[in-house]
């Protein structure tokens, strides 16, 4: 009879290695890819891949593996994007077909903001193999981190990428999320700034959650806060 193990070969698994502290990445998470066979890394080199830092740090083995890294676009044009998407697909089938086990890391959990998406989307439909293994997801670490809650009783939490338009979401109830807030940090923070003068908020922003490099901010400093890629923004209205 074949093992668990056995039966699970020729899959992909998007892991989520949490935030950033290795301590909060899942038994789960740290098994799976002990048992992989390939990782795929989303970055140009493992050395500045964040998932990869974080989970070397609990994986013994991580570099007995093959690891593949695989750049992902950064364009607004569809076409390039689901060319590019479909390759690393491509890609990645491969070693489905060879009854390989294939870890693609992800920061966080992978169903939140995640590249591993398009490449689920597109293996999934092929009929392939794909298993999701959570991960802690930034904002809940961050808010454990600031030691506020996100939520209670009946309010309402908002996740907003603010690599797009933020126009329109002060007007939302309760506590607002803005995920990859680094690259438009300054066009958020004057948002805030015209956003306060009409109503009392609670603002918080960390940087570089569970890292050595950890930075936190409380409300509308006057102080420049530097364009950190993991970024996170927390609004309590």
Known sequence: MNSKSDDNK????GIGVGPGD???MTIKAVRIIG??????LPTETKE???????AKESVENI????????KFLMTKDEKLLEESHRQIADDIEKYIDEDKKVGFL???????YSTFAYVQDILFKRGKRVETISGIPSFCAAAARLGISLSSGSDEIHIISANHDIAGTSDYRGTRIYMKSGRKLDELMSYLRAEE?????????IANCGMENERIWYGLTAEKIPAEYLTIVIVKA
Not at 10 to 13: A, D, M, R, S, V
Not at 106 to 112: A, F, K, L, V
Not at 197 to 205: A, G, M, P, Q, R
């Open 22 to 24: 290795a301590e909060l």
């Open 197 to 205: 003068k009409k109503k009392e908020l609670d603002i918080y922003v």
């Open 63 to 70: 570099d007995d593996k093959e690891i593949i890294c695989k």
């Open 10 to 13: 020729g899959i992909l698994y």
């Open 106 to 112: 992800t920061i966080g959990d992978p169903s939140i």
């Open 35 to 40: 048992e992989c066979d390939v990782i795929i």
């Open 48 to 54: 500045n891949c964040h998932a990869y830092n974080i």
